[in-house]
């Protein structure tokens, strides 16, 4: 295992995580299977939430992809690394898709790190996390706050989108660690009995070329998260002491309720925090159409500037989807607000007709100007 010489720093505050089978993302998964590129779907099984999709970091990213002028190969690729991200590993014959583990660092030992602290019991990285086995962006391991919850405008997502532009071959990230007591279960309660918690600055090794599509696909799925997350990342913000790391709260395991975190992942509603995403009745719809608009604009720069063949179509653009007129930025609203959170299936078959309405859209080809070397000296 790799070693590294970092500042870690042992930090009391109001947090509040989740133990177990809970665990942090944005977009929740739905009731809904994975479908391949040659169109073959995978049931849901009852593993929640990993071998369920997320209709938003799926099925639209795979729509945004084709109007941002990708080929049909590339949004395929797009969709399933932006969905990889939560899923970690999806089926597929012969060989399932897979985000990878480039390995993660030894673990503080609390015997050192938490003195004065009580760290009887390991509450983060959760039970689930297997340092052999598990994915460098798996929500249940020490790297999960980083890719699923993300700060807006902040240094994490800025750090993502340098390396998945290629801006820089290294992802430069955090870790985070809690302890508590043997009877505490959730990092509220860890918090609040003088827990030990630990945050560390390290170089993330990834599976995956900075640059590469892959790696753009890993940093839409983390911009999108950060939109999900926002509201409870500022509720989060405005606690007394604020928490240093985004996480969601579930006030059935006993943490005290922040409405804009409340969560629970092996039991999601149309009203909690990811649910109300969803739908005509909450005003928290804004959030999915705003990460939606935001994706679109990273998918149509890229497209311009590298993978691209045709010229990403404006948001204006007119179309008629399932037989109605609307424009791209209208099909994005709807797919948002037409069905609740617990009716993905309207919204998978909403973007298949979405997707085939694009591709009968005459488009524009890009014609890049490559000067020769000489020249660009």
Not at 40 to 57: A, D, K, M
Not at 204 to 210: A, L, Y
Not at 300 to 307: C, G, T
Not at 323 to 340: Q, R, S
Request: hydrophobic share 40%; aromatic share 10%.
């Amino acid at each position: 295992m790799r070693r590294q010489t970092v500042a870690y720093v042992v930090i009391a505050l109001g947090l509040f995580l989740t133990v177990g089978t809970a665990s942090v993302l944005g977009f929740a998964e739905e009731d809904l299977g994975f479908r391949d590129r040659d169109g073959t779907y995978y049931p849901p099984t009852q593993s929640f939430p990993e071998e369920r999709i997320s209709t938003v970091h799926d099925d639209l990213t795979y729509a945004l992809a084709i109007a941002a002028g990708f080929t049909i190969t590339d949004s395929h690729t797009l969709r399933i690394w932006d969905q990889l991200v939560d899923s970690e590993v999806l089926p597929s014959t012969p060989v399932s898709y897979t985000y990878g583990n480039a390995g993660f660092y030894d673990p503080p030992n609390p015997l050192v790190a938490c003195l004065g602290k009580n760290h009887a019991h390991q509450i983060w990285p959760t039970n689930s996390f297997a340092p052999d086995t598990s994915a460098v962006t798996t929500r249940f391991g020490p790297y999960s706050p980083f890719f699923h919850f993300p700060h807006l405008n902040g240094s994490d997502l800025e750090a993502l989108h340098d390396w998945a532009w290629g801006q820089t071959d290294t992802l430069v990230g955090y870790e985070a660690y809690a302890w508590g007591r043997l009877t505490d279960h959730t990092l509220m309660q860890a918090v609040q009995n003088d827990g030990c918690i630990i945050t560390r600055t390290v170089t993330i090794s990834m599976p995956i070329p900075g640059g590469s599509l892959m790696a753009f696909a890993t940093y839409l799925h983390t911009l999108a998260d950060a939109y999900s997350h926002a509201d409870c990342m500022d509720a989060l913000a405005a606690l007394t002491p604020p928490a240093p790391w985004g996480t969601h709260t579930i006030p059935a395991l006993g943490d005290d309720s922040v409405y804009a975190c409340d969560y629970n992942p092996t039991s999601p509603r149309n009203d909690d925090a990811h649910g109300r995403e969803f739908g005509s009745v909450y005003t928290d719809t804004q959030r999915t159409i705003d990460a939606a608009r935001a994706v679109y604009a990273e998918l149509a720069a890229r497209s311009l500037a590298r993978e691209g063949v045709y010229v990403p179509l404006p948001l204006t653009t007119t179309l008629t989807v399932s037989g109605t007129p609307t424009t791209l930025d209208g099909a994005i609203v709807h797919f948002v607000t037409a069905w609740n959170y617990d009716e993905p299936l309207h919204r998978r078959e909403y973007v298949d007709e979405l997707v085939e309405a694009l591709l009968a859209q005459p488009r524009a080809s890009i014609r890049r100007v490559y000067l020769p070397l000489v020249l660009r000296r």
